[in-house]
């Protein structure tokens, strides 16, 4: 389902496979599960659909980018993005 966004605040809602081939100034992806960030890091992006579907989700924004992850996770995405060269705020 596709919220179109509203005149009083201009947020959208939509799930990932709705996103294929649009963009967004932000996005936000949210990876409650724990061992999310460890999956990204030693995953193959090739085989691992998971992957790929994040993939999708964090190239759609055009400006930012928020990942929300379980605190514990923090730091090793942190470590994975600044490899990267990414800059990185936690909120």
Same mark, same amino acid.
């Given at each position: 389902m596709t919220i179109k966004p509203t005149v009083t605040t201009g947020v959208r809602t939509n799930n990932i496979y709705q996103l294929k081939g649009d963009e967004a100034d932000a996005v936000l992806l949210l990876l409650p599960d724990p061992g999310s960030v460890h999956r990204?890091?030693?995953? @193959? +992006?090739?085989?691992? %659909? $998971?992957?790929?579907?994040?993939?999708?989700?964090?190239?759609?924004?055009?400006?930012?980018?928020?990942?929300?992850? +379980?605190? %514990? %996770?923090?730091? +090793? $995405?942190? @470590? $994975?993005?600044?490899?990267?060269q990414v800059p990185t705020e936690i909120l």
């Open positions: 990204w890091t030693t995953g @193959n +992006p090739t085989t691992d %659909e $998971l992957l790929r579907v994040w993939y999708v989700a964090v190239t759609r924004a055009r400006r930012f980018a928020t990942l929300a992850v +379980p605190e %514990e %996770e923090t730091k +090793p $995405l942190t @470590n $994975l993005l600044a490899r990267h």
